[in-house]
């Protein structure tokens, strides 16, 4: 039961954080001067999603998580996913022979992208932590 609530919780969240994070860079690339989307920021972005949100729930033991402990991972896993999915588009961008080169280029920009996104990155990880309080409150209300 423990393992399938999990399961919810994660696809869950990788599907609503996918389905805005890409929504937001698309309608962003759109709204832009060139009106070019940035598919591999795109990419980038979604690869970190999938990647820490999947090590999240596999090795954290959320359910015993404290409410201001599950918010503060909540917004710095948004945050992280903003840093790894910019450092995930150099690697998918670039060449292999390139890559280590461009790895100071990839923090700044994934530090550049959080401080212009911190804001998102707030109502994101409010958004996670309410999708993972409600499936804790209805695993709760089903094991009585």
Do not use: D, H
């Not at 980038?44 to 918010?71: D, H, N, P, Q, R």
């Amino acid at each position: 039961m423990l393992q399938s609530i999990r399961t919810k919780i994660a696809a869950t969240l990788i599907t609503s954080n996918l389905i805005l994070g890409n929504g937001i860079l698309f309608i962003g690339g759109k709204s832009s001067f060139t009106e070019a989307v940035n598919y591999p920021l795109m990419g980038g972005m979604s690869l970190a999603c999938i990647i820490l949100y999947t090590l999240f729930f596999y090795y954290s033991k959320f359910e015993t998580y404290s409410k201001f402990k599950l918010i503060l991972l909540s917004v710095l896993s948004c945050m992280a996913i903003i840093l790894l999915g910019c450092w995930c588009t150099v690697l998918l961008k670039e060449p292999i022979a390139e890559f280590f080169t461009n790895i100071p280029t990839a923090l700044l920009m994934g530090i550049m992208g959080n401080i212009m996104f911190f804001p998102v990155s707030i109502v994101l990880g409010l958004l996670n932590f309410g999708i993972i309080r409600y499936y804790k409150n209805k695993k709760n209300a089903i094991s009585f």
